[in-house]
């Protein structure tokens, strides 16, 4: 929970000096409301008011997602005894910066879900936090177990299957519904293949992935 305190004084500036010093954090680490900007007193004896700012602590996407996973986790333990623990880091995908999380402990299955359900409604959560009051977009990945590392491995072997079989018969293959970060594996997986085309079809949450074959261009 960001830190935020409210001060007065005869300036806006020395209101706001008030509010870091008991904050202990510089000016670039906060955000700053001017409640007031206070008024000058006529002839030095009426009407005059002090300045009120509100000083809030600036909470990093990073730190935002993982107050979140820290509240999440706490809740959905099974027991005191359940050792739940994540590791967290910030990095770059084609000029995207993203913010991963690795989810590992005793029976976090129930965090996975069917097919991945419960983890993929975790992490779209995650995004929204992460993007809050973000000026850039920030893509955020949370795994659990390892289970999209496995699941990217199932996702390439059934996207060159369903190339091969495309090839073969000459036909498109509509695969099944998927989230976002899944097709996208499907279309990286395909993308340099010279015999196929992948395309994203159908309307979200049923989207799926559909392997083409490749428009045959005559050359003249």
Do not use: C, W
Not at 105 to 111: F, H, N, R
Not at 163 to 179: I, L, T
């Amino acid at each position: 929970m960001a830190r935020s305190v409210e001060k007065s004084a005869k300036t806006v500036e020395e209101a706001i000096e008030l509010a870091l010093a008991e904050l202990g954090l510089d000016q670039e680490d906060v955000d700053v409301e001017i409640i007031d900007s206070g008024a000058k007193a006529v002839l030095g004896i009426v009407g005059g008011r002090d300045a009120v700012v509100r000083v809030t602590e600036s909470v990093s996407p990073l730190r935002r997602v993982s107050d979140f996973l820290d509240t999440l986790l706490e809740a959905s333990k099974d027991s005191d005894d359940a050792d739940v623990k994540f590791y967290i880091r910030e990095e770059e995908e084609d000029g995207v910066p993203v913010i991963k999380a690795d989810i590992s402990g005793t029976d976090v299955a129930y965090l996975i879900g069917k097919h991945g359900d419960t983890l993929y409604a975790i992490n779209t959560l995650a995004g929204i936090v992460a993007n809050r009051d973000s000026g850039d977009y920030i893509r955020v990945q949370i795994d659990v177990a390892d289970y999209r590392k496995h699941r990217e491995q199932t996702l390439i072997s059934m996207a060159n299957r369903a190339a091969s079989k495309v090839a073969k018969f000459k036909r498109p293959v509509s695969m099944a519904p998927m989230p976002a970060s899944e097709r996208r594996i499907i279309h990286t997986a395909l993308q340099s293949n010279s015999r196929v085309i992948t395309e994203s079809e159908g309307e979200e949450p049923n989207r799926y992935v559909v392997v083409k074959p490749k428009p045959y261009v005559k050359v003249f």
